[in-house]
């Protein structure tokens, strides 16, 4: 099995301005299980912006090795830079014995999704003039393109595993994500553990098997706990 096969991971999307990175904050905040995956991008440093908490600033030349290296899960270009989320990223915060969460757009979902399956999907949504009064409010300078491109977001709902409504206040959305979130790690392991007592029964069946080659000198019977007992007879006489 690969390291990150079955790893859990949290992807969380949405139209900008919807405040999908600030509910994957207070997610992280509130949660000690779920950490912010950093993203790597080629622009500039913002002020107030640290390299490693916001994002990793790579030179072109760093953003080209890592690319020749297959180091990128997904990455994209936008306004003139280059974003992309690392396979050593995921590797430390899994290795910390945590869940990634990921803010991805759409087709970073996707791509997401084709090397990882066990994602959980999560698109965040608000009414269209919500989402519009929040890109104004926040002081976007281009709010009619922001708005034309939400409308591809939006046709991508329908592909995620859950839509949970930031129309109100953060906190109920953050809980709505708590809850899905808890809702697919139950179901997680309740396969797992079905899983671990297919296998039992398999071992059992397999131990019975072998016990019908052995030759007719022994005997054997299963307790009720499951466990095979073997005895070897002697004349007449059974001892283990």
């Known amino acids: ?10 992807v969380i999307s949405g139209p900008s301005g919807v405040g999908k990175t600030s509910v994957a904050r207070a997610l992280t905040g509130d949660d000690g299980r779920l950490v912010l995956a950093v993203t790597s ?22 953003f080209d090795r890592l690319l020749e290296d297959d180091g990128f899960i997904e990455y994209v270009s936008a306004r003139g830079a280059r974003y992309g989320l690392t396979r050593a ?31 959980l999907s999560v698109f965040i949504d608000a009414p269209s003039a919500v989402v519009t009064e929040r890109l104004f409010a926040r002081g976007d300078t281009d709010v009619a393109a922001r708005m ?30 708590h809850r899905v979130f808890d809702s697919r790690s ?9 899983g671990d007592i297919a296998h039992e029964t398999k071992c059992n ?35 283990w």
Not at 1 to 10: K, N
Not at 46 to 53: C, I
Not at 150 to 177: F, M, P, Q
């Open 148 to 177: 034309s491109d939400n409308l591809k977001v939006w046709a991508a709902r329908d592909g995620y595993d859950a839509v949970v409504s930031n129309e109100g206040d953060i906190e109920t959305c953050v809980d709505g994500v």
């Open 89 to 119: 990223e995921l590797g430390r915060i899994w290795e910390d014995g945590h869940v990634p969460v990921l803010v991805l757009d759409p087709a970073g979902k996707d791509a997401v999704k084709a090397l990882y399956p066990q994602a």
């Open 1 to 10: 099995m690969a390291r990150d096969e079955g790893q859990a991971i949290l």
């Open 205 to 239: 069946d397999e131990r019975r098997d072998d016990m019908a080659e052995l030759p007719h000198t022994y005997e054997a019977y299963e307790d009720k706990g499951g466990t095979m007992h073997l005895f070897a007879l002697d004349g007449g006489q059974g001892r």
């Open 186 to 194: 139950r179901t997680d392991d309740a396969t797992q553990m079905a």
């Open 41 to 62: 991008t080629t622009r500039a440093a913002r002020p107030g912006e640290l390299d490693g908490r916001d994002y990793h600033f790579l030179s072109e030349d760093e």
